[in-house]
């Protein structure tokens, strides 16, 4: 079962990031605003508890320690309250509401417990009066540090000292942070410690409270933002693009029936820029189609023309093996393999009489359509001179004129041309420039002939050209190549070259012609891999049985 691939909108995938953001800045905001806000408001209430204690220490010093008055002592032994007692008692509780305060305490600390003269803790007054409590915690060492210390309303709220006056506890499942200050008799001792506590827990609660508020209020205001801008986006960018994406997806379409394209879409920026060259590719594309459309025609009628033109010059060259069947006194083979459509090598042989063979191997300068055309010229001038029974200096010659008379080109082609005498086995040649050939005799190897080389026809008007004669044994064999053969070059631009030549044909000279002109054919084919074909590959072999 396939599955279908569900693409999101870009409306929705937009809603989705900015949502993201909103949510992944609002909890950042909150982290942040929420440790200031902690850290603000824990600082505040200690303010407010230190406060509070300046204030209820200074109260318990004046309502319990008056000159008429035994002093602390007094009301723990009696256990009796009197009105000066009911009067702190009054101020605790109003002290404890003004600074929010969790309890407000007087007591006098012991070695290991502390006795309470009043709390703000008791239903009615005197309720807490001798109570006895453990210390919790660290809380004797700051006691301690409250019964040591001097009483100073302008104590700086940095110092060290008043950071000694204050400790945290658990007191009944509740965080309490709590702060000590002495309460001093008429001697300025200290005879008693005043405690204001109040509760971190409330610090934690007053701070969610306004964390909840900033965030909802920065939530409310980032999603109508987000909301406006959505809208702004989707007027601006989604919308144009989705007109863009409908026109797109009918570009095939309009292309076929050659309609040009227009979006209308003119939003002032970039989008519009796309939209216009989208609009302008659309007519791009239909001038591209239509000029390729006629390309491709062209094409096709040229590589038929080229397709009619390499059978036409195939058609020109002997490619009917054995080409004399009933001839006994020699075989011959040739093959021809064009670098490109048609090429510019040619071979050829004939029977200019009963006795006497005719052999072409030529090359003419250039590839393609130009040099086809120059070699089926130059092959019908060289074949009706020999048939004339004209020598291979002549017939040369006669070629060679007639070219040069016209040749508005400058082409030419290198050329070697024999005539083989069946009977004596007498080889006269000459050589315009071409490849040596090689030859091997009865009961010898192959090798290069150095024969005498003149220039090439065509090249120049008047050139006299040298033959020569060569006399073959019966079994002797004769090998022609094009420069393609030793020229062939592989994928590390190494070259064939004659030598490699001459080693495969060592390897196979007791063969026919046939298996000869196979088998260096293979050997360059390997030799040059997955090059490309950069000449054409010609070659002829005959060997001679004698009459």
């Not at 609660?205 to 109508?224: C, D, F, N």
Request: glycine fraction near 6%; charge should be negative; include cysteine.
């Amino acid at each position: 079962m396939s599955k279908t691939k569900i693409i999101k909108s870009l409306a929705f995938k937009t809603t989705l990031q900015l949502f993201s953001i909103i949510i992944g800045v609002s909890l950042l905001a909150a982290v942040v605003i929420g440790i200031y806000i902690h850290n603000y408001l824990a600082a505040q209430f200690r303010n407010y508890a230190y406060e509070a204690a300046l204030k209820g220490t200074a109260v318990a010093s004046s309502k319990l320690l008056t000159s008429d008055h035994i002093g602390i002592d007094s009301y723990i032994k009696s256990g009796k309250v009197d009105e000066n007692y009911e009067n702190l008692f009054l101020n605790l509780l109003l002290i404890k509401d003004d600074y929010d305060l969790q309890r407000c305490d007087v007591f006098v600390p012991h070695e290991d417990h502390i006795t309470y003269v009043i709390s703000s803790d008791s239903q009615i007054a005197g309720e807490f009066l001798d109570k006895q409590d453990p210390y919790y915690g660290e809380e004797k060492d700051y006691v301690s540090n409250a019964m040591n210390a001097s009483l100073d309303t302008e104590l700086d709220p940095e110092k060290s000292t008043r950071q000694n006056l204050y400790t945290q506890n658990v007191k009944d499942g509740i965080k309490v942070v709590t702060y000590y200050m002495p309460v001093l008799d008429e001697n300025g001792k200290a005879v008693a410690v005043f405690a204001a506590s109040y509760s971190s827990d409330k610090v934690f609660q007053t701070m969610w409270i306004a964390v909840s508020r900033i965030i909802g209020i920065s939530l409310a205001v980032m999603v109508l933002s987000v909301g406006i801008l959505f809208f702004s986006i989707r007027k601006h960018v989604i919308k144009p693009i989705a007109q863009l994406t409908r026109s797109v997806r009918t570009m095939k379409e309009n292309v076929k029936n050659k309609q040009a394209v227009s979006t209308n879409i003119r939003t002032g920026d970039e989008i519009e820029e796309l939209a216009v060259s989208f609009e302008k590719m659309n007519t791009d594309l239909i001038g591209y189609i239509d000029e390729n459309t006629r390309m491709t025609a062209e094409k096709q009628r040229i590589d038929t023309e080229l397709g009619l033109a390499t059978g036409i010059q195939a058609g020109m060259l002997p490619d009917q093996f054995p080409a004399f069947p009933d001839r006994k006194d020699f075989d011959i083979y040739a093959s021809m393999k064009p670098a490109k459509e048609v090429g510019g090598d040619f071979y050829d042989f004939f029977l200019i009489d009963e006795n006497r063979l005719g052999i072409v191997m030529a090359d003419v300068s250039g590839k393609g359509v130009p040099a086809a055309l120059f070699m089926m010229h130059s092959k019908i001038l060289l074949k009706s001179y020999t048939l004339m029974k004209q020598s291979p200096k002549a017939a040369l010659e006669e070629v060679n004129r007639q070219i040069c008379e016209h040749n508005p080109e400058q082409m030419f082609v290198t050329v070697w041309l024999g005539v083989l005498d069946l009977k004596t086995g007498v080889l006269t040649a000459a050589n315009a420039g071409h490849e040596k050939p090689a030859v091997k005799q009865a009961g010898d190897r192959f090798a290069l002939y150095k024969d005498k080389h003149g220039l090439m026809v065509g090249y120049m008007d008047g050139v006299r050209f040298k033959e020569y004669e060569l006399q073959l044994t019966k079994g002797a064999k004769l090998f022609l190549y094009t420069d393609g053969v030793a020229e062939a070059t592989n994928a590390n631009e190494e070259l064939f070259g004659t030598d490699r030549m001459i080693d495969v044909l060592r390897t196979v000279e007791n063969k026919p012609p046939k298996e000869i002109v196979m088998a260096v054919d293979a050997a360059v084919n390997e030799f040059v891999g997955t090059a490309p074909q950069f000449d054409d590959l010609t070659m002829l072999c005959i060997e001679y049985h004698g009459a």
